[in-house]
């Protein structure tokens, strides 16, 4: 047996080394700031987005190079990644924040009680006034009767290919529900058209749309329900099967009760992903300017829809229209989730004593 | 209301490989029967033949026979469903439901095969709990949630659990493994009450506790790797610890090998 080798001796002997000071890495991002604006400035790049990789770049560089001078190989190597990782942080929330940031400054402008409570019947659209209660409407009702439809048969498919699901099947199942993960939102509209309003000479409707958000939503709801039942441990099916308790039961008492928090989330999580498409509602419901509450008859709007419509008018007006209609989107699909994680807090397995 | 267990011949497979091969005894009544061996012999997969739980996992059949009195477990037509309502088990790693209180974990068994008045279900989660020995540690807080007990307590509960929908025999996989000794003092002290009214049997990797548990023990062994499991021999545990018949078993209990 050969000894191992000791590459990197301490030095002196002691288990104290140099450590860079706490505050480093703030006065390094600081610097680094400095440095990406000084270049900036002194190259006179025009884009603000080159300025903020020249500093992100120039961060991780000197931290690397300052932790391997004054700490030492492996320590430099974990401030490299975590500086990646931080940069990296940055680089994914940046966007996200200034998306909301700007929906919000751009929304507030004509965003009050009579906006939300008014449809745009009779506004000429190079006008400002004029609502978005029909198009409210419309989503409410197309991403209900979407979840309605696909929310159980997404439910019972995971229920089956967990616990019942042996052999060609379920390996069937597993593939087309990948399939139908990959399918485009506008693939699923055509889809309900050629067959819903062609050739069984439906109407244009609501429900139309509905069906075609449900075919895009059951597949998100039949993944993540399957991961959140994989997650209840066999145990529990176990000590429910040995008390005598039948098969259905216990998947029924026991096995969806200890998962449902994360059912839900999985439910809100595709009802927030269909809430925001546009083409569908585009092929299948038609759009229309005026309040229509019955989403089985006639042409309805949608807030997406409503957010293109106005877009493509393309004056002032109608630009705050839409920006408003955005945040109002924003806020509905973060009001269903927050609501999802009330309840998945409120009914996840209790560990209090 | 305990009743007896004969065994004859039985064999279990998981999917093609054999896990145990031909194993016949009988289980008195009103006893405590522990099973012994090393790891991977099949005494966990036999326990759970006796109440039809080996086929719960995927591939998992039998062949031979288990009389239950004079019914066989594995005569066609018979309900698994109604074998487990007789034969209750407790499992090695406490498994309380954790969305239920202990109140609720007690009442399961009862609640999810049927409905029962709130005044009924009152007395059997006492008594039951009373039974396990958990009454006085748990009663002014029934509403809990089970998960937020001890080990120890948490295992009390599953055994409450267990005889709150009054089987006939007990089984028991290593149910002391996960628990401290004061513990696993408490539920051997409440096996010895449970044989009064229940067929008892344990699976135990621990050579004391069957000793001190045990009316009789039964040692399980591979001839090989990759063998099945084959039980050596059964009898007296006074016996089988201070005279066995096969010179393995006690090879086996004073640690010269295994």
Not at chain 1, 153 to 176: M, P, S
Not at chain 2, 24 to 41: L, N
Request: with cysteine.
């Amino acid at each position: 047996m050969e000894k191992p080798v000791i590459t990197t001796p301490l030095p002196g002997g002691t288990l104290k080394q140099p450590r860079l000071p706490r505050w480093a890495p703030a006065g390094l991002a600081v610097l680094s700031a400095a440095v990406g604006v000084g270049i900036g400035l002194a190259a006179d790049l025009a884009s603000r987005v080159q300025w903020g990789l020249i500093a992100a770049l120039f961060y991780i560089v000197a931290t690397h190079v300052l932790a391997t001078v004054v700490e030492g190989k492996r320590q430099a190597k974990d401030r490299l990644v975590t500086s990646l990782v931080w940069v990296s942080f940055l680089v994914a929330v940046i966007p996200l924040a200034s998306l909301i940031w700007e929906t919000i400054v751009r929304g507030v402008k004509v965003l009050d009680v009579y906006f939300l409570t008014h449809s745009m019947n009779g506004v000429i659209t190079l006008q400002p006034g004029g609502g978005i209660y029909h198009a409210i409407i419309g989503t409410v009702e197309q991403v209900g009767l979407a979840t309605l439809i696909a929310a159980p048969i997404g439910l019972l498919t995971a229920i089956y290919l967990v616990e019942y699901g042996t052999g060609r099947l379920a390996k069937a199942v597993t593939f087309f529900v990948d399939v139908m993960t990959g399918i485009p939102s506008i693939v699923a509209g055509l889809f309900i058209l050629s067959f819903w309003i062609i050739v069984l000479d439906f109407g244009y409707s609501g429900f139309a749309g509905a069906m075609a958000l449900a075919i895009l939503m059951m597949p998100i709801v039949v993944r993540s329900t399957e991961e959140m039942l994989k997650l209840v441990p066999n145990e529990l099916r176990e000590a429910s099967l040995a008390l005598g308790v039948p098969k259905w039961r216990t998947i029924l008492k026991v096995v969806l009760p200890t998962a449902i928090g994360g059912i839900t989330t999985g439910v809100m999580l595709a009802v927030a992903r269909i809430a925001g498409e546009s083409a569908p509602i585009l092929l299948l419901v038609f759009g229309s300017q005026a309040i229509n509450g019955n989403p089985f008859e006639g042409a309805q709007s949608s807030l997406p829809y409503y957010i293109y419509e106005q877009w493509a008018n393309g004056n002032e007006a109608s630009y705050d229209r839409a920006w408003a209609a955005a945040l109002v989107l924003i806020a509905f699909v973060m009001i269903l989730n927050l609501v999802a994680r009330g309840i998945a807090r409120w009914k996840a397995p209790k560990t209090g004593r | 209301m305990a009743k007896r267990i004969d065994v004859s011949g039985l064999t279990a497979y998981y999917g093609s490989h054999k896990a145990i091969e031909d194993i016949s005894m009988s289980i008195e009544p009103r006893s405590v029967t522990a099973f012994i061996g090393p790891s991977g012999c099949g005494k966990s997969t036999f326990l759970r033949t006796l109440n039809r739980m080996h086929e719960v996992t995927p591939g998992g059949r039998v062949e031979g026979k288990v009389m239950l009195d004079n019914e066989d477990l594995y005569a066609s037509g018979v309900d698994p469903v109604s074998v487990r309502r007789t034969i209750g088990m407790v499992f090695q790693r406490p498994n309380p439901f954790p969305t239920m209180s202990i109140y609720d974990n007690v009442a399961a068994g009862l609640r999810l095969n049927g409905s029962y008045k709130k005044s009924e279900l009152d007395d059997v989660v006492e008594k039951s709990l009373k039974g396990a020995n958990l009454w006085n540690e748990v009663k002014d807080r029934l509403n809990r949630p089970g998960s937020g007990l001890s080990g120890g307590q948490q295992q009390r509960l599953c055994i409450a659990r267990a005889i709150a929908v009054e089987p006939k025999v007990l089984l028991m996989d290593e149910p002391c493994s996960a628990l401290d000794p004061i513990s696993t003092l408490a539920i051997e002290d409440l096996i010895g009450e449970l044989k009064e009214q229940f067929t008892i049997v344990i699976v135990t990797h621990n050579m004391q506790q069957a000793a001190r548990v045990s009316d009789r023990t039964a040692f399980f062994n591979l001839a090989a790797i990759g063998q099945p499991g084959k039980l050596v021999e059964i009898d007296d545990t006074e016996r089988i610890f201070s005279n066995p018949s096969v010179q393995a078993t006690e090879d086996y209990i004073s640690g010269r090998f295994g």
